[in-house]
């Protein structure tokens, strides 16, 4: 036979008055006092401005009782709002924690204890299955009480007509006993209460300190170790649909450049993904937000902003179930920004890192120089004497070459290194959801051509005297020359007179050799003369590191939703038989039918 189940269970509330309950009831007549309260205790104002605080005071008063916002009362939309100013803005801790283990018991079956076994354990448990006196023998026999269940709010109470005319001319017992009997519970009630006080201050304490802790903390939430049973509000309790196992989304592909990271998403089930990015100084401003449609199997692709120093996005889901959720990435798992490394011989630079689940795959730009100083042993000084030192000379870069060796959850793989260019790299790993650490090791050599100075080359001469003989030949040039002479001459008489004679002289050219010894001294000293040397080739070693991280995902594996359980049919109500009323009036203590 169906069993009918007569709807007490809805936790609707009786209205007296109107569409008022008794709860509201007594709210407006509160707020009718404090109405009143004001209007006649303002200390301000004329009469006027009294009666239109206490009309404030009522409206306000009824807003708050009778008011509704898409079905919810003011006063749960208040504390709902709150809550999320003063609540949790994150959550800190795995996803794990986010997820119902199991589905919550019925609102019926809490609170009600399994009554416990006893020798012959499956064959009470099969009696008490029963129904009528088989199971109340079954009950009896096992020394069962029936459990108490919570009555919960809006419930009737049960019907118990042996108590409305039970015998009232029991024995009473003697005054004496009763006031002995009044004195002791009065004397314990007492003890309960001055043993009442260190609780009520130290919940009190608690209170307050957890208050402080819930203003003062950052807003970031810590799933609880214990899960509710159920969803509750002020007005409504339901339970959630049952929960579905299994991953909606996946990561298929994520590449991180300079400025932007793409993400490759991958739906297993039909959904409604709405991606978010976040950025900005403080990393929750909002840069980037988009709503799409995924059927199963179907895949989307998102060209997201890099913004500010953390950057971090969120794809939210809802399937075709009524069940949701969210995956993100941040952190650690977005290598941002993207490492670089400085040497002397050249700047690395990771350009572009992707992961997909064959392996990870990336780009490193180079950017090497073309002239440097290289320390040089020199020597600048040879014969005579010896002289090296290290010089800094610069030196001209013919070549770069290496090799990059890239590790990452235990697996390596190399490629050549391309100098003042991009150098692409894969590596094939397997697909699990984990953060993977990524090294790059790049072993770079250089080709030097250094221009050499001059050599001096010392050469020492000592002290000699050198006696040299030569032919000296002298050539003794022409010259000639007038000479004038005056005479004068006396004659007997005594007479004077002075005659002028003139004579030209000449000495003709000739040609004069003479043998001549020559004494030379030469003195103690050195002579340098610089040698020209050939350009010296040399080669430069150099040790680059780069670290990174990035986040993996599990293969894609496409939704299983089980088979649901088939409704029940509906009641039909049947009429009890004899027995079956018989019975019931037992139970009921009414006698028989």
Same mark, same amino acid.
Not at 410 to 438: C, H, Q
């Given at each position: 036979?169906?069993?009918?189940?007569?709807?007490?269970?809805?936790?609707?509330?009786?209205?007296?008055?109107?569409?008022?309950?008794?709860?509201?009831?007594?709210?407006?007549?509160?707020?009718?006092?404090?109405?009143?309260?004001?209007?006649?205790?303002?200390?301000?104002?004329?009469?006027?401005?009294?009666?239109?605080?206490?009309?404030?005071?009522?409206?306000?008063?009824?807003?708050?009782?009778?008011?509704?916002?898409?079905?919810?009362?003011?006063?749960?939309?208040?504390?709902?709002?709150?809550?999320?100013?003063?609540?949790?803005?994150?959550?800190?801790?795995?996803?794990?924690?986010?997820?119902?283990?199991?589905?919550?018991?019925?609102?019926?079956? +809490? @609170?009600? =204890?399994?009554?416990? $076994?006893?020798?012959? #354990?499956? *064959?009470?448990?099969? %009696?008490?299955?029963?129904? /009528?006196?088989?199971?109340?023998?079954?009950?009896?026999?096992?020394?069962?009480?029936?459990?108490?269940?919570?009555?919960?709010?809006?419930?009737?109470?049960?019907?118990?007509?042996?108590?409305?005319?039970?015998?009232?001319?029991?024995?009473?017992?003697?005054?004496?006993?009763?006031?002995?009997?009044?004195?002791?519970?009065?004397?314990?009630?007492?003890?309960?209460?001055?043993?009442?006080?260190?609780?009520?201050?130290?919940?009190?304490?608690?209170?307050?300190?957890?208050?402080?802790?819930?203003?003062?903390?950052?807003?970031?939430?810590?799933?609880?170790?214990?899960?509710?049973?159920?969803?509750?509000?002020?007005?409504?309790?339901?339970?959630?649909?049952?929960?579905?196992?299994?991953?909606?989304?996946?990561?298929?592909?994520?590449?991180?450049? +300079? @400025?932007? =990271?793409?993400?490759? $998403?991958?739906?297993? #089930?039909? *959904?409604?993904?709405? %991606?978010?990015?976040?950025? /900005?100084?403080?990393?929750?401003?909002?840069?980037?937000?988009?709503?799409?449609?995924?059927?199963?199997?179907?895949?989307?692709?998102?060209?997201?902003?890099?913004?500010?120093?953390?950057?971090?996005?969120?794809?939210?889901?809802?399937?075709?179930?009524?069940?949701?959720?969210?995956?993100?990435?941040?952190?650690?798992?977005?290598?941002?920004?993207?490492?670089?490394?400085?040497?002397?011989?050249?700047?690395?630079?990771?350009?572009?890192?992707?992961?997909?689940?064959?392996?990870?795959?990336?780009?490193?730009?180079?950017?090497?120089?073309?002239?440097?100083?290289?320390?040089?042993?020199?020597?600048?000084?040879?014969?005579?004497?010896?002289?090296?030192?290290?010089?800094?000379?610069?030196?001209?870069?013919?070549?770069?070459?290496?090799?990059?060796?890239?590790?990452?959850?235990?697996?390596?793989?190399?490629?050549?290194?391309?100098?003042?260019?991009?150098?692409?790299?894969?590596?094939?790993?397997?697909?699990?959801?984990?953060?993977?650490?990524?090294?790059?090791?790049?072993?770079?050599?250089?080709?030097?051509?250094?221009?050499?100075?001059?050599?001096?080359?010392?050469?020492?001469?000592?002290?000699?005297?050198?006696?040299?003989?030569?032919?000296?030949?002298?050539?003794?040039?022409?010259?000639?020359?007038?000479?004038?002479?005056?005479?004068?001459?006396?004659?007997?008489?005594?007479?004077?007179?002075?005659?002028?004679?003139?004579?030209?002289?000449?000495?003709?050219?000739?040609?004069?050799?003479?043998?001549?010894?020559?004494?030379?001294?030469?003195?103690?000293?050195?002579?340098?003369?610089?040698?020209?040397?050939?350009?010296?080739?040399?080669?430069?070693?150099?040790?680059?590191?780069?670290?990174?991280?990035?986040?993996?995902?599990?293969?894609?594996?496409?939704?299983?939703?089980?088979?649901?359980?088939?409704?029940?049919?509906?009641?039909?109500?049947?009429?009890?038989?004899?027995?079956?009323?018989?019975?019931?009036?037992?139970?009921?203590?009414?006698?028989?039918?």
């Amino acid at each position: 036979m169906d069993a009918h189940e007569v709807p007490t269970h809805l936790q609707a509330e009786d209205r007296v008055l109107l569409w008022f309950t008794f709860p509201q009831i007594v709210a407006l007549t509160a707020v009718a006092a404090l109405a009143y309260g004001a209007y006649h205790a303002a200390p301000v104002g004329g009469e006027f401005v009294r009666i239109g605080l206490g009309l404030v005071v009522a409206a306000v008063g009824i807003a708050l009782v009778a008011g509704k916002v898409n079905g919810r009362r003011l006063p749960a939309v208040a504390a709902d709002l709150l809550r999320f100013v003063f609540g949790a803005r994150r959550f800190q801790g795995p996803p794990a924690q986010l997820i119902r283990p199991e589905a919550p018991k019925p609102p019926g079956e +809490r @609170g009600r =204890a399994e009554p416990p $076994l006893v020798d012959g #354990a499956g *064959l009470t448990r099969q %009696a008490a299955s029963g129904s /009528g006196r088989v199971k109340r023998g079954a009950n009896k026999l096992a020394n069962l009480k029936p459990s108490k269940r919570t009555r919960t709010r809006g419930e009737r109470m049960p019907l118990r007509p042996r108590e409305w005319f039970r015998k009232r001319d029991r024995k009473r017992p003697p005054k004496r006993e009763y006031d002995e009997a009044r004195q002791a519970v009065a004397q314990e009630q007492q003890a309960r209460r001055a043993a009442r006080w260190p609780a009520l201050l130290g919940a009190a304490a608690a209170v307050a300190v957890a208050a402080s802790v819930g203003v003062c903390t950052p807003p970031l939430a810590v799933a609880d170790d214990g899960e509710r049973e159920s969803w509750t509000s002020d007005e409504i309790e339901f339970d959630p649909p049952p929960l579905i196992e299994g991953r909606r989304l996946f990561v298929e592909r994520l590449t991180v450049t +300079r @400025g932007a =990271a793409t993400v490759v $998403l991958r739906a297993a #089930a039909n *959904l409604e993904v709405e %991606a978010s990015a976040f950025g /900005g100084a403080d990393g929750r401003a909002p840069t980037y937000k988009r709503v799409d449609t995924l059927g199963r199997g179907g895949r989307t692709s998102y060209l997201l902003p890099l913004d500010g120093p953390a950057p971090s996005f969120t794809f939210s889901w809802r399937d075709e179930f009524g069940q949701a959720g969210a995956i993100s990435l941040s952190g650690s798992q977005l290598p941002y920004p993207l490492p670089a490394a400085q040497g002397e011989l050249c700047d690395l630079r990771l350009i572009s890192l992707s992961w997909t689940p064959s392996g990870l795959s990336g780009t490193v730009d180079s950017d090497c120089v073309g002239r440097l100083d290289e320390p040089v042993e020199l020597q600048t000084v040879s014969g005579h004497a010896h002289l090296s030192q290290t010089a800094l000379l610069p030196a001209e870069v013919t070549a770069v070459s290496g090799t990059l060796t890239i590790a990452a959850s235990g697996r390596e793989t190399g490629a050549r290194f391309v100098a003042d260019g991009e150098t692409r790299f894969e590596l094939a790993l397997r697909s699990v959801r984990e953060i993977v650490p990524l090294e790059i090791a790049a072993a770079l050599t250089a080709d030097l051509r250094i221009a050499l100075p001059p050599l001096v080359r010392l050469t020492h001469h000592p002290y000699r005297v050198e006696r040299r003989t030569e032919t000296v030949t002298l050539t003794r040039p022409g010259t000639g020359q007038t000479v004038s002479e005056t005479v004068t001459l006396t004659d007997a008489e005594g007479n004077s007179s002075s005659h002028t004679i003139s004579a030209y002289l000449s000495i003709p050219p000739a040609t004069v050799q003479r043998q001549v010894t020559l004494e030379i001294e030469h003195r103690e000293h050195v002579r340098s003369v610089l040698v020209q040397r050939p350009d010296l080739a040399k080669t430069r070693n150099e040790q680059l590191t780069i670290s990174s991280a990035i986040a993996a995902d599990d293969s894609f594996r496409t939704l299983v939703v089980p088979a649901r359980e088939p409704d029940r049919s509906p009641s039909v109500q049947t009429r009890l038989t004899d027995a079956e009323l018989n019975e019931l009036f037992a139970v009921l203590g009414w006698g028989a039918y």
